[in-house]
């Protein structure tokens, strides 16, 4: 590292700035290139193996491009100035056109509020109002695809993209909070009579997590009827939770105005934010924090790589305007507020993965890549099983625990208490005549026999197999005169 190799084979060396951008290249490099390349000189056919060179080439190219796209995209601040202090219509004018198109304001004051969600892909957005009014929008050519007035706020529904009622959700009540996962086509959901409005899906492995009003968060999965987790996070009410995309960071926010970021690996704070009474918050691709509070939005972020986030930009909107959710849009450096009038839309420079994955998500899928996608997801859908804490886990083996055997004090122990659970029992009283207390006495005493039958049994089969060991361990078995005779005689050496 920190040589290049000239034309006529010499090395140059490279300055130590140019040495620290070239290391930080290599390793955004390996990540585009997935895994090693194909062995090309264990091949005898040259026409393939100029072929697969060639591939191998493009794939190279292609790769040291997307590491070299990705690199930067923040803000930098010169001298003393400071990035949040940068204003929307200054960033209006350094952008080009077509990014100065993704900052809007829609105002519907009759409607509102307003909350909202983007697809994988970041093409469309799903917005709807509390009067019922819904709206899809395609966020490319900023066309409105669909729009309709549901004049229903108590029970889900699910529509298709024309606008046409699929199902009816009424097992689920009065919905506050829904949540989808996308990778086992489940729907989550919470009540009014959970008494909480706070819920978010972990995207690493599935979990659902909720806030509760007494300051802690509990993480769940479809198969469990109690909580994975419990934790105590904040002191008041849980008014916003997130998830950082790696699935390893917890962003929680409290009424006692504070953020505090979690490494959900070790269940520890790993810093706390005060000031902020957040009521959303939303990370981004590249790991940017959005919170939202009355009328202004606050972007954070961990420049250092060392999970301290600082204040990078802020946007207020207009004065007495309510935000109730922050989302940023996928593959884009947009931020788009969900508000009591409406919803706004602000350019947020590195909030957003420039290298998008057509396997994972297309931003310019066409309808049949749309069709096709959605027959392999249903197909390829994951079982409510694989839900869990370590994901990680799935696959291997359950390493073997040899099972320790208890101890007379134990099994001793154990048997008292079955016994004193029985005496507790009350007995069915009966007629005259078959209430006796001879009759109540027996009756008990069965009880404590069936109770002890168990370890008595066990007992028994012990000694059994113990008394059988010694008879086989024994190298002669004494028997009676009268067999003797039959037994026969080991040969002479």
Not at 131 to 144: C, N, P, Q, R, W
Not at 358 to 365: D, I, K, L, R, S
Not at 392 to 410: A, D, N
């Amino acid at each position: 590292m920190g040589l290049e190799e000239e034309a006529g084979g010499s090395a140059k060396i490279l300055p130590p700035t140019e040495q620290e951008l070239s290391a930080e290249l290599d390793t955004k490099l390996q990540k585009y290139l997935r895994g090693e390349g194909a062995d090309l000189e264990a091949l005898k056919d040259k026409k393939l193996k100029g072929q697969l060179f060639v591939r191998e080439k493009l794939y190279g190219n292609s790769a040291k491009a997307a590491a070299k796209f990705e690199k930067g995209g923040y803000l930098e601040a010169e001298g003393v100035e400071k990035t949040w202090r940068i204003k929307q219509d200054q960033l209006t004018r350094e952008v080009d056109i077509l990014s100065s198109r993704n900052q809007y304001d829609i105002v519907l004051k009759d409607l509102g509020p307003y909350t909202l969600d983007f697809t994988p892909s970041g093409r469309y957005m799903a917005t709807a109002g509390r009067k019922g009014h819904v709206a899809i929008v395609d966020m490319k050519s900023m066309e409105l695809i669909r729009e309709m007035q549901v004049k229903e706020t108590v029970y889900p529904y699910i529509y298709n993209r024309d606008g046409i009622e699929l199902h009816c959700l009424k097992e689920h009540g009065a919905v506050s909070r829904l949540q989808f996962l996308k990778n086992h086509f489940l729907l989550a959901s919470i009540n009014k009579f959970g008494r909480t409005e706070t819920m978010q899906i972990n995207p690493y492995n599935g979990v659902v997590a909720v806030g509760h009003s007494a300051g802690t968060v509990s993480m769940w999965k479809p198969t469990s009827a109690a909580p994975l987790v419990k934790m105590l996070c904040h002191h008041g009410p849980i008014s916003a939770l997130a998830f950082h995309p790696n699935g390893h960071l917890m962003a929680s926010c409290g009424r006692e105005k504070k953020i505090k970021i979690w490494d959900l690996r070790k269940f520890e704070v790993v810093q706390t934010i005060p000031g902020h009474h957040a009521k959303t918050l939303d990370f981004s691709q590249k790991g940017l924090l959005a919170a939202g509070t009355g009328s202004y939005a606050q972007v954070l972020g961990d420049f250092s790589g060392t999970q301290n986030y600082s204040r990078y930009m802020g946007h207020s909107i207009a004065k007495g305007y309510q935000i109730g959710k922050v989302s940023f849009r996928p593959y884009e450096d947009v931020l788009v507020m969900g508000h009591s009038m409406g919803w706004s839309s602000i350019l947020i420079p590195g909030s957003g993965e420039p290298n998008f994955d057509t396997w994972v998500a297309n931003p310019f899928e066409t309808s049949e890549q749309r069709r096709e996608k959605e027959i392999h997801s249903l197909l390829d859908k994951l079982p409510p099983e694989t839900i869990m804490l370590d994901p990680s886990k799935i696959g291997t083996l359950r390493p073997y625990k040899k099972r320790e055997k208890p101890t007379k004090e134990e099994i001793e122990a154990e048997k008292e208490a079955a016994v004193e659970s029985v005496k507790d029992i009350a007995l069915k009283k009966k007629t005259k005549g078959r209430n006796k207390t001879s009759k109540r006495v027996m009756k008990r005493k069965v009880l404590i026999d069936k109770a002890k039958k168990p370890f008595l049994e066990k007992q028994m089969l012990e000694e059994g197999k113990v008394a059988g060991k010694k008879r086989n361990l024994g190298e002669e078995t004494e028997l009676p005169a009268s067999l003797k005779r039959f037994v026969r005689k080991k040969a002479a050496v």
